[in-house]
């Protein structure tokens, strides 16, 4: 050896450590200690084994100057001079190996042997194994300071190991991410499991693979999809129950780790994946895993790659794991689709608004017996031409129903014009219903389309149709019985294709009695009439609005509201909500937006506790009767009739009791009904001419 490979022991550890601490390589790591310690002894050969404690045995992972078939050398723990090192942690240094009877001949040539453990935190993890052609080759300064650097290497070994080992699940993490994407951007499983397969050969380097499903037509395991074969290689993949790795595992629900195809004999290579590899069958590992659904085993997912050192096995199978309850998610989503997609029939609506959400259509939330009827006559009508008329007291939703009917039917894809009556000046609304020609009136300096128009081939949402002029009701009343348009100021009509939503919180009826409404325009209007409930007469919703409210505006204004306390659950609950669904919302947002706890109070609602106090002096009260035969006391409300003023009434008692009782429930159900007139005559039990007269006798104001 020349003087320039002669290391002192000071320099050779301090160029060691540095060069070992400037590599993020296992593999180089190995290289190196082995190469410097064979240097710094002057010796011609060596090897670095590793302990595998499954096993017992040490392999070779790296050698220098021996000729040995590595992945065949297997050495048991205890066998030879270097397993008793393995076994006992201790160093031997032999200067004459054929006076020692432990001594196992690799090379003819050897004559002396220096192992030395690798150990870090008590645990032997391998040994470095030294040999030269001289006897008395090594010295006691050369065990120790291959000692420390041994150490020193296994110390450093086992951290490149871990971050190697988080490297490998910080990319499986990344790819469960891509997985959980491919799943929910598509609904066709094909796609899906292609995607999977490719996404995990690109990024781990898992070689080829395959998703094999039970086929009930044929009664046996099918590939489904698969990386890396052709089309004939996939058709051969049928297999029974039990047959091959694919068929054990199905069985047995139990995954396989399979180290090396070619020396196992379950794997049948059915389908010819090793014609693909270009290295030895040897590398070549096997990973597969059960697809459960429920407590059912439907499919396999199975998955090859090259042995390579340092790399977790373990690790890989327990993400394979993951990946299959993603696969059996995507399969279970895929048939509950396919179920939707065969039953979309009218006979089985209950079905269907099971699978969309049972409290949800669109916007429209409620679990009422009044919603679900309201539900179901949106979806019975949604697909029609039919004009809809919606009626209903202000805030309870008209608006949203005439989306849920354009968007649940066959127009969806067209557009939806909305526009309200009552918040465009008469004189401007025929020009936006209808459009106006460039020049027709002061201030029309271009041609312009009309609503109408633009809604050709969708729906057009006319809001407070009961505020129009009677002028643009009948225009409205051609375009309804005609189909075309004329815009103010054209020559020609123009054809539309348009299905008409109507709405109004008036009672339309009364309006045609009072001359302010078409009759013949309503009733090309009222071809289906949806009447939607007020919130008060629907209480067992109130919860579900309450929760969807709470979360919508927690979002919007970042807030984690988690909740409202049962206080004030029943303080919103038992309030009557003149105002409704959209009086509801606006109480919700802003006790959201001032609220500073994580729940709603009942403090946080303290208008509606204070309408709730005053509110009852204006109800009907209960008649209580203090009667000892003698005495009578009547109470209705603020007026009190006792026996003194009951006297003064003489002639006109009955009439003046009754007429104040009679006074205050019509009062009650005007204000209950939205002053909709047919139907307080309804809820009252009287007819509707009945009503009026009794609105005029007894002079009710509203």
Same mark, same amino acid.
Do not use: W
């Given at each position: 050896?020349s003087?320039?490979?002669?290391?002192?022991?000071?320099?050779?550890?301090s160029?060691?450590?540095?060069?070992?601490?400037s590599?993020?390589?296992p593999?180089?790591?190995?290289?190196?200690?082995?190469?410097?310690c064979?240097?710094?002894c002057?010796?011609?050969?060596?090897?670095?084994?590793?302990?595998?404690?499954?096993?017992a045995?040490?392999?070779?992972?790296?050698?220098?100057?021996?000729?040995?078939e590595?992945?065949?050398?297997?050495?048991?723990i205890?066998?030879?001079i270097?397993g008793?090192?393995?076994a006992?942690?201790?160093?031997?240094?032999?200067?004459?190996?054929s006076?020692?009877?432990?001594?196992?001949?690799?090379?003819?040539?050897?004559?002396?042997?220096?192992?030395?453990?690798?150990?870090?935190?008590?645990?032997?993890?391998?040994v470095?194994?030294?040999?030269?052609?001289?006897?008395?080759a090594f010295?006691?300064?050369?065990?120790?300071?291959v000692?420390?650097?041994?150490?020193?290497?296994?110390?450093?070994?086992?951290?490149l190991?871990?971050?190697?080992?988080?490297?490998?699940?910080n990319?499986?993490?990344?790819?469960l991410?891509?997985?959980?994407?491919?799943?929910?951007?598509?609904?066709?499983?094909q796609?899906?499991?292609a995607?999977?397969?490719?996404?995990?050969?690109?990024?781990?380097?898992?070689r080829k693979?395959?998703?094999?499903?039970?086929?009930?037509?044929?009664?046996?395991?099918?590939?489904?999809a698969?990386?890396?074969?052709?089309?004939?290689?996939?058709?051969?993949?049928?297999y029974?129950s039990?047959?091959?790795?694919?068929?054990?595992?199905?069985?047995?629900?139990?995954?396989?780790?399979?180290e090396s195809v070619?020396?196992?004999?379950?794997?049948?290579?059915?389908?010819?994946?090793l014609?693909?590899?270009?290295?030895e069958?040897d590398?070549?590992?096997l990973?597969?895993?059960?697809?459960?659904?429920?407590?059912a085993?439907?499919?396999?997912?199975?998955?090859?790659?090259?042995?390579?050192?340092n790399?977790?096995?373990?690790?890989y199978?327990?993400?394979?794991k993951?990946?299959?309850?993603t696969?059996?998610?995507?399969?279970?989503?895929?048939?509950l689709v396919?179920d939707?997609?065969?039953?979309?029939?009218q006979?089985?609506?209950?079905?269907?608004?099971e699978?969309?959400?049972k409290?949800?259509?669109?916007?429209?939330i409620?679990?009422s017996?009044?919603?679900?009827?309201?539900?179901?006559?949106?979806?019975?009508?949604?697909?029609?031409r039919?004009?809809?008329?919606?009626?209903?007291e202000s805030?309870?939703?008209?608006?949203?129903?005439?989306?849920?009917?354009?968007?649940?039917?066959?127009?969806?894809?067209?557009?939806?014009?909305? @526009?309200?009556c009552? &918040?465009?000046p008469?004189?401007? $609304? %025929? !020009?936006e219903?209808?459009?106006? *020609?460039?020049? /027709?009136f002061?201030?029309?300096?271009?041609?312009?389309?009309?609503?109408?128009?633009l809604?050709?081939?969708?729906?057009?949402?006319?809001?407070?149709?009961?505020?129009?002029?009677l002028?643009?009701q009948?225009?409205?009343?051609?375009?309804?019985?005609?189909?075309?348009?004329?815009?103010v100021g054209?020559?020609?009509?123009?054809?539309v294709? @348009?299905?008409?939503? &109507?709405?109004?919180?008036?009672? $339309? %009826? !009364?309006?045609?009695?009072?001359? *302010?409404?078409? /009759?013949?325009?309503?009733?090309?209007?009222?071809?289906?009439?949806?009447e939607?409930?007020?919130l008060?007469?629907?209480?067992?919703?109130?919860?579900?609005?309450?929760?969807?409210?709470?979360?919508?505006?927690?979002?919007?204004?970042e807030?984690?509201?988690?909740?409202?306390?049962?206080?004030?659950l029943?303080l919103?609950t038992?309030?009557t909500w003149p105002?409704?669904?959209?009086?509801?919302?606006?109480?919700?947002?802003?006790?959201?937006?001032?609220?500073?706890?994580?729940t709603l109070?009942?403090e946080?609602?303290?208008?509606?506790?204070?309408?709730?106090?005053?509110?009852?002096?204006?109800?009907?009260?209960?008649i209580?009767?203090?009667?000892?035969?003698?005495?009578l006391?009547?109470?209705?409300?603020?007026n009190?009739?006792?026996?003194?003023s009951?006297?003064?009434l003489d002639?006109?008692a009955?009439?003046?009791?009754?007429?104040?009782i009679?006074?205050?429930?019509i009062?009650?159900?005007?204000k209950?009904?939205?002053?909709?007139?047919?139907?307080?005559?309804?809820?009252?039990?009287?007819?509707?001419?009945?009503l009026?007269?009794r609105?005029?006798?007894?002079?009710?104001?509203y």
């Open positions: 050896m003087d320039k490979n002669n290391l002192s022991p000071f320099l050779s550890i160029e060691v450590t540095m060069a070992m601490n590599t993020l390589d593999d180089k790591l190995l290289d190196l200690i082995l190469d410097h064979i240097r710094f002057q010796i011609e050969s060596g090897t670095l084994m590793l302990i595998d404690h499954n096993m045995i040490l392999n070779i992972v790296r050698s220098r100057g021996l000729h040995i590595k992945d065949r050398f297997k050495l048991k205890g066998e030879g270097t008793k090192v393995a006992s942690g201790k160093s031997k240094l032999i200067n004459d190996v006076k020692d009877p432990n001594y196992i001949p690799i090379n003819p040539n050897i004559q002396s042997e220096l192992a030395i453990p690798m150990i870090v935190e008590d645990n032997i993890i391998g470095i194994s030294l040999d030269s052609d001289r006897i008395n010295t006691q300064e050369h065990l120790e300071i000692s420390i650097l041994a150490n020193q290497a296994a110390q450093i070994f086992k951290n190991q871990t971050f190697r080992d988080l490297e490998q699940k990319k499986i993490q990344q790819v991410l891509e997985i959980s994407k491919i799943v929910t951007s598509s609904l066709d499983l796609q899906i499991f995607s999977i397969l490719t996404n995990m050969e690109r990024s781990l380097k898992l693979g395959s998703i094999v499903l039970y086929d009930e037509k044929i009664e046996r395991l099918r590939i489904h698969a990386v890396g074969l052709k089309d004939e290689e996939i058709e051969r993949g049928i029974e039990g047959e091959g790795v694919t068929g054990n595992v199905y069985k047995s629900g139990e995954p396989a780790m399979i070619n020396n196992d004999p379950s794997f049948i290579n059915k389908v010819g994946y014609e693909h590899f270009d290295v069958n590398t070549v590992c990973l597969s895993v059960p697809i459960r659904s429920e407590q085993t439907i499919g396999v997912l199975t998955v090859f790659l090259l042995k390579e050192d790399v977790s096995l373990q690790t199978q327990d993400f394979l993951v990946v299959s309850s696969i059996s998610q995507a399969i279970k989503v895929h048939n396919d939707i997609t065969r039953e979309i029939s006979e089985n609506v209950l079905l269907k608004r699978l969309k959400g409290y949800k259509f669109g916007s429209l409620g679990r017996k009044s919603m679900e009827k309201l539900f179901e006559k949106i979806r019975l009508v949604a697909d029609s039919a004009s809809v008329l919606v009626t209903g805030g309870t939703g008209k608006e949203m129903i005439a989306s849920a009917i354009h968007y649940n039917g066959n127009r969806a894809d067209k557009p939806f014009i909305k @526009i309200n009552a &918040a465009i008469e004189h401007l $609304l %025929e !020009s219903l209808f459009g106006h *020609k460039k020049g /027709s002061t201030g029309a300096f271009a041609d312009k389309k009309g609503k109408f128009e809604a050709d081939g969708g729906t057009i949402f006319l809001d407070e149709i009961g505020e129009m002029d002028n643009l009948s225009k409205l009343l051609r375009v309804l019985q005609e189909k075309e348009v004329e815009a054209a020559v020609k009509v123009k054809k294709n @348009i299905r008409v939503i &109507a709405a109004t919180n008036l009672d $339309l %009826e !009364s309006q045609i009695t009072e001359k *302010k409404f078409r /009759s013949d325009l309503y009733y090309r209007l009222n071809v289906v009439n949806i939607t409930p007020p008060r007469d629907r209480k067992e919703d109130i919860p579900l609005l309450i929760a969807h409210f709470i979360d919508k505006y927690a979002k919007e204004n807030k984690k509201i988690s909740g409202i306390s049962k206080e004030g029943k919103l038992n309030f105002g409704n669904v959209r009086e509801l919302e606006n109480v919700i947002e802003r006790a959201v937006v001032l609220s500073q706890s994580d109070e009942e946080d609602f303290a208008d509606i506790a204070e309408k709730n106090t005053s509110d009852t002096s204006n109800n009907i009260e209960v209580t009767s203090r009667d000892n035969e003698s005495t006391t009547i109470d209705i409300g603020s009190t009739y006792t026996d003194a009951l006297e003064q002639g006109k009955l009439e003046v009791v009754v007429g104040e009679e006074r205050r429930l009062q009650y159900a005007m209950k009904f939205r002053y909709t007139k047919t139907r307080v005559a309804k809820y009252l039990g009287i007819n509707r001419n009945t009026d007269k609105i005029k006798e007894l002079k009710i104001e």
